[in-house]
């Protein structure tokens, strides 16, 4: 069975698949920790009725029921992308070297290799920020690159 694993930016991720019957089921995992099951309505895949909302706690728990071992190697899989090349999430604090500072001033694809490809503030999603773009305490950075360069901009970011 395929499953399409979707990034949702500043919600998360869903997993998505067709079973037996021929009905797309998708389960999103958000970034607060919880998890939606949902059923899509027809081939809009933002076009779906929430089945069921669960806690982490909840999910671990029908998780389990369901076989966990066997469904995190599946998902474990589906996130090997490019070899060598990752994705990080890294949050600006206050009282940091950055925050209230212009993103170009941390020069971090110059020092670290690595990209800051979005800034996530609350609910909105800012892609491609320019080095113009001030930085707030709470700011989430999606940062692409190696894991050396990912641990790189964090420790620039946070000095």
Request: glycine share 12%.
């Given at each position: 069975?395929d499953?399409?694993?979707?990034?949702?930016?500043?919600?998360?991720l869903?997993?998505?698949f067709?079973?037996?019957?021929?009905?797309r089921i998708?389960?999103?995992?958000r970034?607060?920790g919880?998890?939606?099951?949902?059923v899509?309505e027809?081939a809009d895949?933002?076009e779906?009725r929430?089945?069921?909302r669960?806690?982490?706690?909840?999910?671990?728990t029908?998780?389990?029921?369901?076989?966990a071992?066997?469904?995190?190697?599946?998902?474990?899989?589906?996130?090997?992308?490019?070899?060598?090349?990752?994705a990080g999430?890294?949050?600006v604090?206050?009282?940091t070297?950055?925050a209230g500072r212009?993103?170009g001033?941390?020069?971090?694809?110059?020092r670290?290799g690595?990209?800051?490809v979005?800034v996530?503030?609350?609910?909105?999603?800012?892609?491609?920020?320019?080095p113009?773009?001030?930085l707030?305490?709470?700011?989430v950075?999606v940062v692409?690159?190696?894991?050396?360069?990912i641990?790189?901009?964090?420790?620039?970011?946070r000095?």
């Amino acid at each position: 069975m395929d499953v399409n694993e979707v990034l949702l930016p500043g919600v998360g991720l869903r997993y998505e698949f067709v079973n037996q019957d021929g009905d797309r089921i998708g389960v999103v995992v958000r970034r607060s920790g919880d998890f939606e099951l949902v059923v899509y309505e027809g081939a809009d895949p933002d076009e779906a009725r929430a089945v069921l909302r669960l806690t982490e706690e909840e999910a671990d728990t029908l998780a389990e029921i369901l076989g966990a071992p066997r469904i995190a190697e599946r998902f474990a899989d589906l996130t090997k992308e490019v070899p060598g090349l990752s994705a990080g999430q890294i949050e600006v604090r206050a009282g940091t070297p950055f925050a209230g500072r212009p993103l170009g001033d941390t020069r971090a694809r110059t020092r670290t290799g690595a990209s800051i490809v979005a800034v996530v503030r609350g609910e909105q999603v800012i892609p491609s920020p320019g080095p113009e773009r001030v930085l707030h305490p709470g700011d989430v950075l999606v940062v692409i690159g190696t894991h050396d360069g990912i641990a790189a901009v964090e420790q620039i970011v946070r000095g």
